[in-house]
């Protein structure tokens, strides 16, 4: 969209951000249920994510490429919300560990043709 002379790039997809950061954080800290805060604290790590927090002038969601990082992020914050409302028996000092542990890994054996 261009606005005077400026090229602003919209940006719709929040929920790519959100949900798998959202879900691997649920997952992690084997929350008993999702609370409103836990989504409330997926989107405000999202907004402190934003470029335009450093430059005014940059994209409102960083580029998708930077998903993974951005996913394990979230989900960080998500499992401390857990923890902190009681809502998981991690403790805030697993909670790195515990992400790591469930992100999934594309890793795909060679497929070979048998004859």
Not at 62 to 85: D, Y
């Amino acid at each position: 969209m261009k606005v005077g002379d400026r090229e602003i790039c919209i940006d719709q997809t929040n929920n790519s951000y959100v949900f798998p950061g959202l879900a691997l954080g649920i997952v992690a800290s084997r929350a008993r249920r999702v609370s409103a805060a836990m989504i409330m604290t997926a989107a405000r790590a999202l907004a402190q994510l934003s470029p335009v927090e450093k430059d005014r002038k940059a994209s409102l969601l960083p580029p998708i490429a930077e998903a993974r990082r951005l996913s394990r992020v979230i989900a960080a914050a998500v499992a401390r919300q857990a923890v902190a409302e009681g809502l998981s028996d991690l403790k805030d000092g697993d909670v790195e560990a515990a992400v790591g542990a469930n992100v999934w890994e594309p890793l795909y054996v060679r497929y070979e043709r048998e004859s």
